[in-house]
């Protein structure tokens, strides 16, 4: 099993920054994606920032020249640095990522999710 532990949020003033952690653990052979959606009150868990398995990313509009999206490979440490945040930025975010617990075995999994309250 692989296990993901998101951290770093927290409530902050508008305009502010934060820098959400990800870390993955337990059995890895190899991590092929790893991103970050977010979930507001109300609505569907939507996309913020990913890396794909060739190592380009990709933003949601929304966030795109705001937040940048950050890997250490070799401690399997995900990031997402959020500046210039706006109110609409309040929800949970959470870390996902997917790839080979073994060599003949995959795995897909989510964090639990860490709160951002972005206060106006």
């Known amino acids: 099993q692989v296990q993901l532990v998101e951290s770093g949020g927290g409530l902050v003033q508008a305009g502010g920054s934060l820098r959400l952690s990800c870390e993955a653990s337990?059995?890895?052979?190899?991590?092929?994606?790893m991103g970050w959606y977010r979930q507001a009150p109300g609505k569907e868990r939507e996309l913020v920032a990913t890396?794909?398995?060739?190592?380009?990313?990709n933003y949601a509009d929304s966030v795109q020249g705001r937040f940048t999206i950050l890997r250490d490979y070799r401690k399997n440490i995900l990031y997402l640095q959020m500046n210039s945040l706006k109110p609409e930025d309040t929800a949970v975010y959470y870390c996902?990522?997917?790839?080979?617990?073994?060599?003949?075995?995959?795995?897909?999994?989510w964090g639990q999710g860490t709160q951002v309250t972005v206060a106006s």
């Open positions: 890396f794909s398995s060739g190592g380009s990313t």
């Open positions: 337990g059995t890895i052979f190899s991590i092929i994606y």
């Open positions: 996902n990522a997917g790839g080979r617990s073994t060599a003949l075995q995959t795995f897909a999994s």
